[in-house]
């Protein structure tokens, strides 16, 4: 009798994986899972680490990208190219949201391959590999559904809700910019459906300030409201800012916002600080813009670096100046205590001026329009500053110090 080979079929979240961060399923993994694990002669599983020993596991891989705000794969899985890849989602170009998108028109998705990574990070939450469980993560009671699926380049409709409480996988600014997909949506909720979205929505994409005006009013859309990210700072993103600084709006609103990296880390670097100031500028909690994920494209410009990390961080402790001096002496090997509980004069004279704080310095030299902006939120060392910047000369004096221990760029 001849032995079945059993071929061994790997899942990949790429959004929830490489960012560690949990917020909902992939609907279009969870359709294929259901498909192929009813083939005997296939072992499928979810993939929970990128290490290139553990890919190489598999005799085939689904790659499953739903945004396209996060880095390609091929820049952060260490040979992809030689991996028996194939890509799906809308986060890749020109490719099929699954595989056997025929075959399973009508599948609804199983998510139970997730259940165990999902226990392991609720159990070690400490271990590299756990993910970060979002707060408003909904399971359970909410069932995963499509209203609307792309097939053969024809919008179809897909799944039709039967429970009271669904999670939407649709993109909502698709939906918000659609007139019949709104109106099908708007239906199911008169008829007193509950919809939680497993995707943000895209102010970005929204440029008409009267449907924006809607979905920040509304009660309808509070769903939208909930997840929001930018990933342009277009007419629509201007009219939010503007709207949350004049406290227009009856709650605080956050959105996540995708750095211009096709500009380069100077813009990226412009970006931060404008995100900064605006986050300063509205009433206590009104606005909070954070940056997302573009960590290691940064990694070239020392200065746009830090500021990521002050954002993605928690700068409303102190001013993006601050955090460079804190870092700055840090980086010289000053004790992190010392750094914490001395002054800044103190700082100053027994250690001179950090290498960071000189390049901040003569940043702000050359954009002097951004100065408020690095500033902004905290002390502004105006007679520090004074005493070691010769600000009659385009370049910046600061006084040498035989204390400086050699700087790292790392924070």
Known sequence: MI???ITNIGLLDYDTTISRYYIAPNYDLGVTYAYLKKDKNINVRLISSLGLNNLKQYDKIYIFKQTRLTSPPMATIIGYTYLPMEEYGPGFYNKPLRPFQEETRFTQPDFTCYNNMLRFSLEKPNHYLSWRMNRNAKGGKYKPIRLYEEVNGEELKKDFPTERYNMIYDDPADIIL?????????????KHYV??????FDVGR???TNILERVMTEREFAPFRKKMIASKLGDGFQWLVSNALSNNFKKGISIMVKLPVSEGT?????????MNYYNRRAKKHTLNLRPIWEDKFLETNDLAHLAYKYMAANPAKMSFYKYVIYVGYR???????????ADYDYLLEHYGVPPAIVKLERWITQHPEFEEHVLIGGYRYEEQRKKYNDIGRSEIAFR????????????
């Not at 919809?195 to 943000?200: D, E, G, L, M, T």
């Not at 100077?266 to 404008?274: I, N």
């Not at 040498?400 to 221990?405: E, G, L, V």
């Open 331 to 341: 980086r010289m090997g000053i004790p992190n205590e010392t750094v914490k509980m």
């Open 178 to 190: 659609n007139p019949e997909k709104l109106e099908y949506y708007m239906s199911f909720l008169k």
């Open 266 to 274: 100077e813009k990226c670097l412009e970006t931060l600080l404008l």
């Open 400 to 411: 040498a110090s035989s204390n400086h221990i050699g700087e790292e760029r790392s924070s």
């Open 206 to 208: 929204v440029n008409d």
């Open 3 to 5: 032995k079945k080979t």
């Open 195 to 200: 919809f939680a979205h497993a995707q943000a």
